[in-house]
């Protein structure tokens, strides 16, 4: 069958002060639950959302202590306590954790099935509560994608329940919501939504709709990740960047992310490295990998970002190559393992556990075998 679809929030909304919107679309809506994290609601960040809910005439949970990058156990717990709340509508103010975590709740409010069950069979899922969410960073793209991403400590890897029920209801992408974001954290969740455009734009499930917006969100990121980096103040620059990662969330739910995701996912299962910098570390090398197998589709973002009709597509897909290396040089994220503790003799681990990812490795342009894998990390651990 050659057809494609795409599946996406029902409704956004965005520009500064759009975390106003939560009023409007709370009318008529009893009960809501707001997840957060303890650092957004001790940055007052808050403070419009819960006005307007409380305007609205909406009894609010406020659930401030999620934690970063939930195992499944944090998560299942964070799911019984909602449960008990019983609240017809849920609100997201965080990064990708929280929105995770509430994406989950918005379809476990239910007796078939736990979060247990969806790692097997996420396909289980049906949305019972519709869920609003509002990123507090400019990267994870969870607020466009049906994915949720929880740690299974047996395993030491991260895994994805995968379902288009947990897309969001809503959207709001608000840069004032980003003004107290820290540059570390700026940098990290920009390349993840870089990593996430790239793989997408290069992945063998990649459509015309995932094209659209992957190159989109790429040509956002080249012009404003390092203002929004370097100039914290700069709104503009952080409201193009959430655009830029809601773009990556849609191509995400179209094409799937690749093998960057799949090989980074042990080393933040297994090390707790921040899913961005993950993402960073394996960016450039698997992308030079796979450049024999899409140096077309390279050589088409280069055409998009900075049109150099002097150069071949060889020479074009190199610029968009070394361009990726600049970006997370310019914006200081280690790419050192052994800065994290990984020792060369985990080698044969992280190739176990990253050829595990079969569900992203199966959308990479070209094949990664164990061989590849050893090498890929080797490259990281031995320079």
Request: aromatic content about 6%.
């Amino acid at each position: 069958m050659n057809y494609h679809a795409l599946k996406m929030p029902a409704q956004v909304y965005g520009g500064q002060g759009a975390a106003a919107a939560v009023g409007e679309i709370a009318q008529g809506h009893k009960k809501a639950v707001l997840f957060t994290d303890r650092g957004i609601s001790a940055n007052g960040l808050l403070q419009k959302p819960l006005k307007q809910l409380k305007r609205a005439g909406v009894e609010v949970a406020l659930f401030d202590d999620l934690p970063t990058e939930p195992s499944v156990y944090q998560a299942d717990e964070v799911i019984r306590r909602f449960r008990a709340e019983r609240p017809d509508l849920i609100v997201a103010v965080g990064g990708g954790s929280v929105m995770d975590v509430a994406k989950l709740c918005s379809v476990l409010d239910t007796d078939e099935y736990t979060v247990f069950d969806l790692l097997e069979s996420p396909g289980a899922a049906r949305k019972t509560v519709p869920a609003v969410m509002l990123p507090t960073t400019a990267g994870t793209g969870s607020e466009a994608t049906p994915n949720s991403i929880v740690l299974v400590p047996e395993k030491e890897l991260k895994i994805g329940i995968v379902n288009p029920q947990m897309i969001a209801d809503y959207v709001i992408l608000d840069a004032e919501l980003l003004s107290k974001l820290p540059p570390k954290v700026c940098a990290a969740t920009g390349v993840d939504a870089l990593a996430h455009a790239i793989e997408c734009y290069t992945s063998n499930k990649a459509t015309p709709f995932s094209d659209l917006y992957a190159l989109g969100a790429l040509k956002l990121i080249y012009e404003n990740l390092e203002n929004a980096y370097s100039q914290p103040e700069n709104l503009a620059a952080k409201q193009n960047m959430l655009l830029a990662a809601f773009y990556g969330g849609v191509s995400i739910a179209a094409a799937g992310t690749t093998a960057v995701h799949a090989l980074a996912y042990p080393l933040g299962g297994k090390y707790h490295i921040a899913h961005g910098v993950s993402n960073a570390m394996m960016l450039t090398s698997v992308m030079r990998f796979n450049k024999p197998y899409c140096t077309d589709r390279l050589a088409k973002v280069c055409d998009a970002l900075v049109p150099q009709p002097g150069l071949d597509k060889n020479a074009k897909a190199d610029w968009v190559l070394d361009w990726l290396d600049r970006i997370v040089q310019q914006v200081h994220i280690p790419t050192d393992l052994k800065e994290f503790g990984v020792r060369p003799e985990d080698l044969e681990t992280l190739v176990t556990l990253g050829m595990d990812c079969k569900r992203l490795l199966n959308n990479n342009c070209r094949v990664v075998t164990e061989a590849d894998a050893r090498k890929l990390y080797a490259d990281l651990l031995l320079n």
